[in-house]
């Protein structure tokens, strides 16, 4: 087994799951956003938790290929593709018992001449776009989609949704915006039922909407990184426990006295002010280890924090430890998470992104262990 390694905690997942469903009530469905392999922490292991767990009712994804991946791994429960498909990609929406997100006419005419060939009929659910501009049709568009479905003998419509662009903070304009958006979604939702057409479930909350706007619940929430241990920014209300999911760690491979005045890794950016010993580890941004935490990264070994010397390399990151220390080749090197004070969302901030992007990337080489 590599050194360098993900270690996975199945019951801190199902535990936020837990808190999550306190927080909305049992009545509300969860669809989890597993999207980009559960954000990086292996979605095959913690849906077959999850549904096991009878928490979450869906597996929320961002690629056909995410969905086929979860069904051969012998997941059965429901699979809502979160963004949309090409025309090709729509028989595999029937071979794999996908539900799509839908958006325009064109597309959903596709979806139902693959429903009339197969003599099936095939749910859908209507994004109605209430502010972000991404993907979703203009609330005006809303009815007239929705009859268009309705009226088609081999579509039927599952759900309405949206989704919030700003729900994550409590500022003044962006309270006033993800308001808005819930108004917009009620008015939609409003003017289809006034045309004797059942809307199915409606969803808009993300964790953000979670956190801050319960009005935003409806049928169903779609937590995403308050799943695994982060919340969706600093400011957010911290009114849901959550517990880190997640631990990147490596191993100490190579320890070495360098001199007063001598340097270290590529371009030579660090210089050692004293003699001072240097421990390599066999981790680096092929790994998903940023290079932005050269020369200013935190690492935990033994519970002490020792900083990163010189560039993040491709494979191996350099740590100073100091003139004097108790540690030896094959200590543990905590990257973030495992209770340190390190934790994913400290190291997003020094590299002036968000926890997120850290957990997506790191790489496949690295393997994960789920305990």
Known sequence: MRSTKVIININNFLDNLKNIKKRIGKEIKICMALKADGYGHGAEALSKAAFSSGYADYAGIAAISEGVQLRESGIKEDILLLSLALGEEVPELFDYNITPFTADISYLSDIAKEAAKRNSVKTVHLKIDTGMNRIGCRPEDGVKIAQFIAENKNLKLGGICTHFPVSDTLNSSDKEFTLNQIKILNYVVKNIREKKIEPGIIHAANSGGILHYPESYFNMVRPGIILFGSYPDASSEKNIEIKPVM?????????????????????????????????TIPVGYADGYNRLLSNKGKVEIKGKIYSVAGRVCMDQTLINIGSSHNIEVGDKVILFGGGSSITCDSVAKLCDTISYELYCNINKRVPRICV
């Open 247 to 279: 631990t990147f760690e490596s191993r100490v491979v190579f320890i070495k006295k360098i001199k007063k005045g001598e340097k270290a890794s590529y371009g030579l950016t660090w210089e050692a002010n004293e003699d001072t010993f240097i421990a």
